[in-house]
């Protein structure tokens, strides 16, 4: 199936300052996102998922690499040609409450991107009116300041404002870190109805693989901007590759006090993204790292089974799984 993205070996890093030091937000990240899929980006805070994000919608310049969108190269376009992408591909920020401007209302906030995409008042107030159907609000909200909304009720008009223009792909960045867990599962069940009845391709991030699990069809976990382990949902999750996505899968809260959870003890020897060298980046934390191996080289995405890849150097057992 002919991918509608494809990001080939993108590095990105932030000089510190006016020294020689650089940040290294993304190391040689490559990704794929097929038509109609839901793509799951997961790592911690400070793993470079939300600079991914940016890099791809060309907010962000890239050092290196490739992003192709629809068969195109758009790394390298002006910020005039990319206002002709950014009407096929959109993003939703983190926080739908500083997305949004605090003095105007909702509607007019609308009606404003209408404008921009040279739509009629009735092509906006139709557009409008159809996506506030498909994310079950009511026309009376438009009337409403963002700060007498509630953050599920704001997140949905995020979605309303990256959809208006029919784009083809969506970017939703932490789209639920900020709400209940009431309100995550509306927003989880949202996005898949959407790419069902829109048919359009998404690309979510969080740093919780356990929500990632519930809606996406394929995860890439990131630690300090190097992908450590892709795969299919199911796949990652019954045949762990990497210690640090068994971290992340065993991080999840008790869901009942009886429950019992198992745990992964991790060192503390946490290896700074400025610091990056020639060796396993999960190595001071991995209780599974060997000297002489882990911190001799820098591993690369290795396919351990069908489509499933990791940077893993060692084999070892993670959850009974032999590997």
Not at 141 to 158: I, K
Request: hydrophobic residues 35%.
């Amino acid at each position: 199936m002919e991918e509608i993205l494809k990001v080939s070996n993108v590095t990105k890093r932030y000089q510190i300052g006016k020294t020689q030091k650089y940040i290294h937000a993304l190391d040689q990240v490559s990704i794929d996102v097929k038509p109609k899929e839901i793509y799951g980006i997961v790592g911690e805070s400070g793993s470079g998922k939300s600079t991914l994000g940016k890099c791809i919608l060309g907010l962000e310049h890239i050092d290196s690499g490739n992003v192709e969108f629809l068969g195109n190269k758009i790394d390298h376009l002006s910020i005039r040609e990319m206002r002709q992408v950014w009407r096929e591909m959109q993003m939703v920020f983190q926080n739908p409450f500083s997305s949004f401007n605090p003095k105007i209302t909702i509607g007019k906030s609308l009606y404003r991107m209408c404008k921009l995409y040279h739509m009629t008042k009735t092509e906006a107030e139709e557009r409008i009116e159809e996506l506030l159907g498909l994310v079950n609000l009511g026309k009376e909200l438009l009337r409403r300041l963002p700060n007498d909304l509630s953050g599920g009720q704001l997140q949905r008009f995020a979605l309303v404002r990256a959809l208006l223009n029919h784009p083809r792909f969506v970017i939703v960045d932490e789209g639920v870190s900020a709400l209940d867990i009431s309100v995550q599962a509306q927003v989880l069940n949202l996005l898949v109805d959407l790419r069902n009845k829109l048919g359009i391709s998404i690309i979510f991030i969080s740093h919780d693989l356990n929500v990632v699990q519930q809606i996406c069809d394929r995860i890439a976990v990131l630690y300090l901007g190097q992908i450590v382990e892709v795969g299919s949902v199911e796949e990652v999750y019954n045949h762990t590759m990497h210690p640090y996505t068994q971290a992340l899968i065993l991080s999840k809260p008790k869901e009942h006090p009886d429950e019992q959870k198992s745990e992964l003890k991790l060192k503390s020897e946490i290896l700074h993204a400025v610091d990056v060298g020639k060796s396993c980046r999960f190595y001071g934390r991995c209780p599974y790292s060997e000297d002489g191996v882990c911190n001799q080289v820098e591993p690369e995405l290795q396919e351990y089974a069908k489509d499933h890849w990791s940077t893993c150097l060692k084999t070892i057992k993670i959850g009974g799984n032999e590997i």
